[in-house]
């Protein structure tokens, strides 16, 4: 909370030299309510009243969810190179060790793979894959990193081998969801669907994709939050 409110201190000390008219309102941090802490979204924003008379509000989890820390974004930086096999690896995080995220990016990797040789033909390399946290003192806990690093992996894929643009990346695109070497996408549990939902709904994302077996569920979710 207290990084949120320095960091707000510090825009609206420069604000000024940016800005001739500044909002009525104002904005301020405040925890979630403790009632709902545990299904609500790490980060949510409330608008306030064009007159001033509510403020604007930032809610915050004083603990996330997943494995990540309240408000942290993290970044994944996908390097690849031919090879003879296909692998994963980290670089640049302390997350090293953690075999189940090892498992999950090997089994992107071998997924993304398939889909290319599918769709490119039997003559695709192997491709060895670097995959980077921008976020140092990060780490990844949770099963559902591998639907968006496959479909990066196969749009980078796509690129390097120069066989026409099949599929494009939109922006403001939200995956979740974990995937087997084999291709098969695995539901996301319950217990922390409504989680990436909410994360979503209050992101700046105009899609997300999940899991097929998730989709009646979120769509109710959904409904409730609007």
Same mark, same amino acid.
């Given at each position: 909370?207290?990084?949120?409110?320095?960091?707000?201190?510090?825009?609206?000390? %420069?604000?000024?030299?940016?800005?001739?008219?500044?909002?009525?309102?104002?904005?301020?941090?405040?925890?979630?309510?403790?009632?709902?802490?545990?299904?609500?979204?790490?980060?949510?924003?409330?608008?306030?009243?064009?007159? &001033?008379?509510?403020?604007?509000?930032?809610?915050?989890?004083?603990? &996330?969810?997943? &494995?990540?820390?309240?408000?942290?974004?993290?970044?994944?930086?996908?390097? #690849? %190179?031919?090879?003879?096999?296909?692998?994963?690896?980290?670089?640049?995080?302390?997350?090293?060790?953690?075999?189940?995220? #090892?498992? %999950?990016?090997?089994?992107?990797?071998?997924?993304?793979?398939?889909?290319?040789?599918?769709?490119?033909?039997?003559?695709?390399?192997?491709?060895?894959?670097?995959?980077?946290?921008?976020?140092?003192?990060?780490?990844?806990?949770?099963?559902?990193?591998?639907?968006?690093?496959?479909?990066?992996?196969?749009?980078?894929? %796509?690129?390097?081998?120069?066989?026409?643009?099949?599929?494009?990346?939109?922006?403001?695109?939200?995956?979740?969801?974990?995937?087997?070497?084999? &291709?098969?996408?695995?539901?996301?549990?319950?217990?922390?669907?409504?989680?990436?939902?909410?994360?979503?709904?209050?992101?700046?994302?105009?899609?997300?994709?999940?899991?097929?077996?998730?989709?009646?569920?979120?769509?109710?979710?959904?409904?409730?939050?609007?």
């Amino acid at each position: 909370l207290e990084g949120y409110r320095s960091l707000q201190r510090r825009v609206e000390a %420069q604000m000024p030299r940016l800005f001739a008219i500044a909002p009525r309102a104002r904005l301020e941090v405040r925890p979630i309510e403790p009632f709902r802490e545990r299904s609500a979204a790490s980060a949510e924003y409330q608008s306030g009243t064009p007159d &001033g008379s509510r403020p604007g509000v930032i809610l915050l989890t004083e603990n &996330g969810h997943d &494995g990540l820390p309240s408000g942290l974004v993290l970044h994944l930086d996908i390097g #690849m %190179q031919k090879s003879a096999v296909t692998r994963a690896h980290f670089r640049n995080t302390l997350d090293k060790d953690n075999n189940e995220t #090892m498992r %999950q990016l090997a089994d992107a990797a071998e997924a993304a793979t398939r889909v290319a040789r599918k769709h490119f033909g039997g003559g695709t390399p192997q491709f060895e894959w670097t995959v980077g946290f921008h976020e140092y003192q990060a780490s990844y806990s949770g099963q559902s990193m591998g639907i968006s690093t496959a479909l990066a992996m196969t749009y980078m894929m %796509q690129k390097d081998l120069n066989r026409g643009m099949r599929w494009e990346l939109r922006p403001n695109l939200v995956c979740s969801g974990g995937i087997e070497a084999d &291709g098969r996408v695995k539901e996301l549990p319950r217990s922390i669907l409504w989680v990436k939902v909410a994360a979503a709904f209050f992101s700046p994302a105009d899609a997300l994709v999940l899991p097929a077996e998730n989709a009646e569920e979120a769509r109710v979710h959904v409904l409730a939050l609007q």
